[in-house]
């Protein structure tokens, strides 16, 4: 298994566009989430999915949005960018959030610049 | 809502040696998970262990196992034996076990330096 893979990387964006990290998971794990990380500061969660077709915010969602149209896949889209989103997005899932197998794994990160 | 505390941040341990990273967290549940993830520079978030609040018995894996104490909100990650490749950024994380969103409450990490 891959595990939980995001693309890019790395990405440098202006102010005011627009793009989408990428991330999939191949364990079939029915929750995924997205997390910011910033300096000096733990790991904050942006979104959340239950399962296909299932999203719910977390604790910072303004200015992202997100989709699950498959198991496999949860990309997070910044609809226009702002220098605020500048960090580190890491990409997480876990089997579910019952029957003590919600241990979450996360990708390597993506490291989003805006100018 | 839920936080969590790490208190050191930065610590250094020679190779070999033990050291202990601190956290406390604050929270009404009673039911709910406990975790150490490790970051080192790659920037991976690395499981290091995890603690059901339910089990009284300290959690173990290999080198590292911590100290919980419910009541007194304390869960602290010991880490025997220090190698090189200890060194990372170790994060306390809390998540609670109910129907809603297994959401994970991270502290401010402790930056841990293995030094020769």
């Known amino acids: 298994n891959a595990g939980v893979t995001q693309t890019p990387k790395f990405q440098v964006l202006k102010t005011g566009q627009s793009m989408t990290l990428q991330c999939a998971q191949d364990m079939n794990h029915e929750y995924m989430s997205w997390y910011r990380q910033d300096p000096g500061m733990g790991l904050r969660l942006i979104h959340y999915?239950?399962?296909?077709?299932?999203?719910d915010q977390g604790e910072v969602p303004n200015g992202y949005n997100v989709s699950r149209s498959t198991t496999e896949d949860f990309p997070l889209r910044l609809l226009s960018a702002a220098p605020s989103q500048t960090s580190v997005y890491f990409c997480?899932?876990?089997?579910?959030?019952?029957?003590?197998?919600?241990?979450?794994?996360f990708g390597p990160g993506t490291r989003l610049t805006v100018l | 809502a839920q936080t969590v505390t790490q208190s050191q941040p930065e610590m250094s341990v020679q190779e070999a040696e033990t050291v202990t990273l601190s956290c406390t967290y604050d929270t009404s549940e009673n039911n709910y998970y406990l975790f150490w993830y490790k970051q080192p520079p790659s920037r991976q978030m690395i499981l290091v262990i995890r603690q059901e609040a339910y089990k009284q018995q300290n959690a173990t894996e290999n080198r590292f196992s911590v100290n919980f104490q419910k009541a007194a909100k304390s869960f602290s990650l010991k880490i025997s034996d220090s190698q090189l490749g200890d060194t990372a950024m170790y994060f306390c994380a809390f998540m609670k076990r109910t129907g809603t969103a297994s959401k994970l409450t991270f502290g401010t990490g402790t930056r841990l330096q293995v030094t020769l």
């Open positions: 997480a899932s876990s089997y579910s959030q019952r029957g003590g197998r919600d241990t979450q794994y």
């Open positions: 999915s239950v399962g296909a077709g299932i999203t």
